[in-house]
């Protein structure tokens, strides 16, 4: 399937910005399965420098500033994306505390399993919690296979929590959400990484795309007009497995991967600094269609 | 041996003094002979002299928890600590090793990860670190360097054996105290500083500052090396301000610095200059908001990335406090033998980290000998001592280390070795237990020691920690002579490249250009509001009220006096204006109060007589605030604040270089003068009606008592004090000399002003030689229009301030960051 993505965000400053340094994680990665057909970044005003790179996390970034004085800040990526990933097998996994005594010790050598070892532990904006092990414990049952249990817990989040854009912010601490039970995709997608690390299993955040209307027959997802995150667990012999607890569906072919971190502070997809510019406002508009 | 009295003897420690036998060990012997040549009472003076000088030097170690918050005076001891050369060289060669070793893991941790590729270290230890800067993996440091300048703190054991008990790898702190340590203790013993051939330590700076120009990366420029500093309420911004005076650079805050086109710039005056070196005094973390922690208010926004693309040096480099990790002990003899191929020649104190189940079961058996710290450095989790837990806490230890094993270390408790200090209250020699922080140097030829240190005592009562901020003391610590370990100087010669220093032209910060403006500008607020009170005083003592009314107006229109109701008497009024609670928020006390505090934040552009004076000053306004007082003593306080007030901007008139920031100085001073003389002019020589002029106050608070007495010899009159006081180009407390001499200044400062700054001063200037003197206060008519034209020149005193600030100091603008 061919996706093509148009995500503009805009900024508009109530006095003038002097200079503003980005970076942008907006451009999807390059996976098995995911190939990024083609990508613009149209930036308005023109930067005064600009250039592209990878991250920490092998993630595509575009970093630029803006020298001149402005008032408003207009980024719009436009990609194509073409998307045919396997499904994957969630009958045959190893019992869940098994792979947590496999990440237990030192972590040795640099493997694929070692390298997970990065989304093990607390991060700015996951900390590690007694009462998220206690939350996540009523899935994660003596001998379960980790996979089960993580649809298990996927599911529940969804059933038990609210979707509501206006409870929370990019700030909102994990804990408070899992009190209020309301939040958004980012919220949720914390919240499921938080209470797998407590429990002593890697996970990772990943951002990116929803398709935006299903294809004939399926429901409309949440967080189809915005950027989306879900969540991915390392599960050594497997690799990573992907849960969306928004929607309590396990990512396919309507899920657009841009970037992956420890969380949203690792790939949120524009950050800056910017000198001036009294109050502002912001505006996302994301849309994402089959082509 | 009387001054021994006190000191018995241990077996249970090393001590530094005793030999086992209970005799001097034999490098001690000659400051022992000195001491007992001194005598107790001399000794006695020595050691005030010591507290003299620290606080004549404003020598502070700032506390963050200290609810009286910053500044408290540095703990130094009078005697100093002593290692024979010998010894002292093992010292030295082990720490340069350490230095090299630990430069070369953090090159491996933030480049190529072979130490964990080849099974060195465990992967978790360095993902679970917070302190490993995920956005600086991959970043190439000019030469290879991370550590520039790395501390260890090491301890004796009780066989005489060193340990190193932990490394500091990130912005080192102490090694300018030891500095100011040795230039006060040094003057207490100057024979024995010679005869002992006590190794100096200025040589060390100077290494540390070549080697930073050597690889800045600057092309054929010469480079403009900075010292960048959180500001003056860090715990150790003495020292920031120090260093960056005995180097010779700018001492410089985050916003100072811009990132512009891949590269760091210092705003200054005359725009942006290209700054090529960064000695930081900010933690790893706050350096950046764009790509580290996003709230930091203290960083420069794009620094990451001008290091990676190589534009500037910084040192250390961003994320070396990832090694400071108490993790990392346990692994480091064999990378030692892995990276350097020889064994580590200085032990680390025993360390287990709980991230290894095997050392984790080690430290849960252990922990009563054990202390159990964070291993992802200091500040993160009080170090807990096994041995002072009650079971009950030591089972909630034990089971905090199961749920987190990785952030935590167990550590063997040193059994710290005992040094003499010098008793003030037993007048005698007393142990206290010690640590020694030494100090290395990255140079083009390898890593150099400090010849020194910074010892630092415990408290009597602590057996264990050994911290500043904890209360303990300081000592100075004489390497003795034998063969000089050589430095390279900083000759012209030398091949390095010529650093830019702060008395270049145009290296001067817009925020020390402001700092200074403001200084010059409450220096003078202060000095006209105390000359007005003790105007008043000198009245009230004489039984003279005539003047009162007009003085009071005055002093109310110049927020001097408090306008209090019901209205109290004079002398209360006077009195009530020099105590902070009742004196106007801008009056007398509150301007030497900014003076104060804007002198701190200039602590390194302040020469140290000039430092010396305002530090008198603070003395003299808090012992003030601290009495009741008759209105004798309010004069005298007020004679000697202002003495020290005049002395200050004597010095300034005498011993500053004629830079932008002098120039700043002496605006900011005729502004505010023409301001106040305005104002009193208005209320005392040209008063309204029914009101009669105060001519006898005016001339005395403008300083002219003598001149006019000289010059008229006749009581003063209306006609003689306008010529004196209005338009006499002479006379340095006139009105049209302000003028004039502000016009002269402006001239002078880089770049142009903008006309709205000038022309208003113009236009009075015009106006005031339109008339004589007399005539202006001839009559009624004549006196409205005086009165209208001095309110005119406050205004133009009030824009030409708005100008300056807006033109040379604000783009400085408010910063977000958004996410």
Redesign the interface.
């Known amino acids: 399937m061919r996706l093509r993505i148009d995500h503009l965000t805009r900024y508009v400053y109530s006095q003038p910005v002097g200079h503003s340094s980005q970076i942008a994680h907006l451009r999807p990665r390059a996976l098995p399965g995911q190939q990024c057909v083609s990508h613009a970044l149209l930036i308005e005003p023109e930067p005064s420098s600009r250039r592209d790179c990878l991250d920490y996390f092998g993630n595509p970034i575009t970093r630029f500033d803006l020298g001149m004085p402005h008032e408003a800040l207009t980024v719009r990526a436009i990609s194509e994306v073409e998307l045919d990933r396997a499904t994957q097998d969630l009958a045959r996994s190893p019992a869940w505390e098994d792979v947590r005594t496999g990440f237990a010790g030192p972590l040795w050598g640099n493997d694929e399993q070692a390298q997970a070892g990065e989304y093990l532990f607390a991060s700015p904006y996951i900390p590690l919690d007694p009462a998220l092990r206690d939350f996540a414990a009523q899935d994660f049952v003596a001998g379960r296979p980790v996979l089960e249990a993580c649809v298990a817990l996927m599911e529940r989040i969804h059933d038990s929590f609210e979707f509501d854009p206006n409870a929370t912010h990019i700030a909102t601490p994990v804990g408070q959400v899992l009190e209020m039970r309301r939040g958004v995709c980012q919220d949720f997608a914390h919240l499921m990484i938080a209470s797998l690390r407590s429990l002593g299993l890697p996970a990772r955040y990943q951002s990116g795309y929803l398709l935006t209307e299903p294809p004939p027959g399926m429901p409309r997802l949440e967080g189809a007009d915005a950027s989306h995150a879900w969540v991915a667990v390392f599960v050594p012999g497997i690799g990573w497995a992907e849960f969306d607890p928004t929607n309590a569906v396990r990512p396919g072919n309507g899920h657009v991967t841009v970037a992956w971190g420890r969380d949203f502070g690792d790939v949120s997809p524009l950050r800056g600094v910017i000198l001036g510019g009294g109050e502002h406002g912001v505006e996302v508009e994301v849309t994402v269609r089959p082509l | 041996m009387s001054l021994l009295r006190n000191y018995s003897p241990t077996s249970d420690r090393y001590d530094e003094l005793l030999a086992a036998s209970g005799a001097p060990r034999p490098h001690w012997k000659a400051l022992l002979d000195h001491l007992q040549w001194m005598g107790p009472r001399a000794l006695q003076e020595a050691r005030d002299a010591v507290q003299r000088q620290i606080a004549e030097n404003g020598v502070t170690y700032n506390v963050y928890a200290d609810p009286r918050g910053a500044d408290r005076p540095w703990d130094l001891d009078l005697l100093p600590a002593i290692l024979p050369a010998e010894e002292w060289q093992g010292i030295a060669a082990a720490i340069r090793q350490r230095a090299t070793l630990l430069n070369a893991v953090l090159a491996d941790l933030y480049g190529p990860?072979r130490l964990?590729?080849e099974?060195q270290l465990?992967?978790?230890?360095i993902?679970?670190h917070?302190g490993f800067l995920?956005?600086c993996?991959?970043i190439e440091t000019p030469g290879g360097i991370h550590l520039h300048l790395y501390a260890a703190d090491i301890a004796r054991a009780p066989d005489g054996s060193w340990w190193v008990a932990s490394d500091r790898t990130q912005a080192p702190s102490g090694a300018g105290y030891a500095l100011e340590n040795r230039a006060i203790i040094g003057s207490q013993f100057p024979s024995l500083v010679r005869s002992l051939r006590v190794q100096p330590l200025h040589a060390f700076f100077q290494a540390l500052r070549d080697a930073l120009a050597h690889w800045a990366p600057c092309d054929d420029d010469a480079p403009l090396i900075v010292l960048l500093t959180p500001g003056s309420l860090n715990e150790t911004y003495f020292e920031h301000a120090y260093l960056a005076r005995h180097m010779g650079i700018p001492l410089v805050e985050g916003q100072d610095l811009?990132?512009?086109?891949?590269a760091v710039f210092l705003k200054t005056l005359s725009g942006l200059r290209r700054v090529h070196a960064i000695l930081r005094r900010i933690d790893d973390v706050w350096c950046d908001?764009?790509?580290l922690?996003?709230d930091s208010a203290l960083g420069v926004?794009?620094l990451v990335?001008v290091a990676r693309r190589g534009g500037v040096l910084i040192a250390n480099a961003l994320g070396s406090g990832l090694i400071e990790s108490g993790a990392l002990l346990g692994f480091l003899p064999a990378i030692c033998e892995h990276l350097l191929g020889e064994p580590l020649q200085m032990p680390s104190v025993a360390t287990w980290w709980c991230?290894?189940?095997q050392a984790r079961d080690i430290v849960m058996q252990k922990l009563p000998q054990l202390v159990v710290k964070s291993a992802h450095g200091a500040g993160i989790i009080e170090p807990a001592y096994g041995g002072g837990l009650t079971p009950e806490a030591r089972q909630a230890l034990r089971e905090k280390i199961r749920?987190?094993p990785?952030a935590y270390v167990g550590q063997e408790v040193v059994r710290l070795s005992r040094l003499p200090v010098w008793s003030h209250r037993g007048a005698a020699l007393e142990p206290r237990l010690t640590m020694l922080r030494v100090y290395a140097a990255a140079t083009p030829n390898g890593y150099i020691v400090m010849p020194g240190g910074l010892s630092r005592v415990a408290n009597p009562d602590d057996q264990h920690i050994v911290t500043i901020q904890r209360g303990g003391g300081s000592k100075d610590t004489w390497v003795l002579g034998g063969a000089q370990e050589s430095l390279p100087l900083a000759t012209p010669d030398n091949g390095y490249p010529t650093v830019i220093t702060e008395h270049d032209h145009g290296s001067l910060a817009s925020r020390t250009g402001e700092n200074m403006f403001w200084l010059s500008r409450y220096a003078e607020r202060a000095d006209c509001a105390l000359r007005l009170l003790r105007c008043g005083l000198r009245q009230q003592l004489a039984a003279d009220d005539r003047e009162w009314p007009v003085l009071l107006a005055a002093g109310q229109r110049t927020a001097t006096l408090p306008r209090l109701t019901p209205p109290l008497s004079p002398q209360a009024t006077l009195l009530a204006a020099l105590h902070e609670t009742t004196s106007p928020d801008n009056g007398a006390i509150g301007n030497l109060r900014q003076v104060l505090r804007i002198a701190r934040s200039l602590r390194d552009r302040l020469a140290p007589d000039s430092w010396r004076i305002h530090n008198r000053i603070e003395r003299l306004v808090n012992a003030w605030q601290r009495g009741p007082h008759t209105l004798s003593d309010a004069l005298e306080f007020l004679d000697q604040t202002l003495m020290l007030l005049i002395t200050l901007s004597g010095y300034t008139m005498e011993q500053m270089t004629r830079d932008a920031g002098w120039r700043f100085q002496s605006i900011g001073r005729r502004i505010e003068r023409l301001q106040f003389l305005s104002l009193a002019l208005q209320e005392m020589l040209v008063p309204e009606p029914p009101h009669a002029p105060a001519l006898n106050s005016l001339i005395d608070l403008s300083d002219s008592v003598l001149t006019y007495r000289r010059r008229y010899q006749r009581a003063p009159e209306l006609g003689p004090v306008a010529e004196l006081l209005l338009t006499d180009h002479d006379n340095p407390r006139a009105f049209v000399y302000q003028l004039q001499s502000l016009l002269d200044h402006l001239q002078q400062l880089p770049g142009d002003v903008p006309p709205q700054g000038i022309d208003a001063l113009l236009t009075v200037v015009a106006a005031l030689r339109g008339r004589r003197a007399e005539e202006w206060v001839s009559d009624e008519a004549h006196a409205t229009a005086l009165r209208e034209l001095l309110r005119q020149s406050w205004q133009a005193g009030n824009a030409l301030g708005n100008t300056l600030q807006n033109h040379y100091f604000s783009?400085v603008?408010?910063?977000?960051?958004?996410?």
């Not at chain 2, 465990?122 to 230890?125: D, G, H, I, Q």
């Open positions: 990860q964990i590729a099974g465990p992967a978790s230890m993902q679970a917070p995920r956005p993996k991959g811009a990132v512009r086109q891949g908001p764009l790509e922690r996003a926004p794009g990335e991230g290894e189940p749920q987190q990785r783009h603008a408010p910063r977000a960051t958004l996410s």
